[in-house]
């Protein structure tokens, strides 16, 4: 599996800003931030190993995403860079400026902060392995199947991006569902303890959502000492869906 054809969109102009997306995610879950950025900053959005359109592999861990992104900028040619990140994409873009401090310019970490998560997926991923996609006929059937495991139909809807069809009408998923579900604990650990990142770090927490806790602050300051804190009030885990224009401020204001 060759690491640097992760799949990415590049828009924009200005200094280079990587953005990278959520577990189960793709590029495009950050497509209306990255819009609003590209305005100031040459914008790269990535789909993560075993997400969206990026390559598979048999196994996943934060530290083989690391190294696939790193061998992606050097594809791009990118020796250093703002990253963007939002929850696993924060525990990448952590784990990458911890490792390779001297790749990142200045982080910006969405709604999860460096420690061990307890598991938080566990019905989705029940859900999602419940639908066999093989045998299935239509997009709302695996919705049906869905809605016994997760509630939320903005979750379901966002969950069922991953499903694709193929010309003969077949269903498969797009990401590595698998390998995900087998490498989770290995992807919501904790961010290498002993090392720091010295650059600026902004961490922005949803309001509502609870991934940031008071009991985070020595986690962050030990590892990102030069940390500021913002919380978007009225927003949860999702807050820049919620609301696209005030990250995209914050995140102007706080590159420039």
Request: aromatic letters at 8%; a neutral charge.
């Amino acid at each position: 599996m060759h690491s640097n054809h992760l799949f990415h969109k590049t828009q924009g102009q200005g200094e280079p800003l990587v953005l990278i997306h959520g577990l189960f995610g793709s590029h495009d879950n950050l497509g209306m931030i990255a819009r609003l950025l590209a305005e100031h900053f040459t914008v790269y959005s990535i789909d993560l190993p075993n997400h969206g359109r990026s390559p598979h592999s048999q196994s996943t861990n934060l530290d083989q995403m690391v190294a696939q992104v790193s061998l992606w900028l050097d594809s791009v040619g990118l020796d250093c860079t703002h990253i963007l990140g939002h929850s696993l994409g924060g525990k990448v873009a952590m784990e990458m400026a911890l490792r390779y401090p001297d790749r990142v310019k200045q982080l910006i970490i969405m709604d999860i902060a460096p420690v061990l998560y307890q598991s938080q997926h566990n019905s989705v991923f029940e859900g999602l392995l419940a639908i066999d996609v093989e045998k299935l006929n239509s997009r709302s059937e695996a919705d049906q199947i869905l809605k016994a495991y997760v509630e939320e139909l903005p979750v379901r809807s966002f969950l069922l991006k991953n499903l694709s069809k193929n010309p003969q009408g077949n269903y498969a998923w797009r990401m590595n569902l698998s390998a995900l579900y087998d490498g989770y604990s290995q992807l919501i650990r904790e961010n290498s303890e002993g090392a720091r990142f010295e650059g600026k770090t902004l961490f922005l927490k949803g309001g509502n959502s609870d991934y940031i806790q008071d009991s985070h602050k020595d986690a962050i300051l030990n590892r990102f000492p030069a940390t500021s804190l913002k919380v978007v009030a009225n927003t949860g885990h999702w807050l820049h869906a919620e609301k696209p224009e005030i990250i995209a401020k914050l995140a102007i204001k706080f590159l420039s």
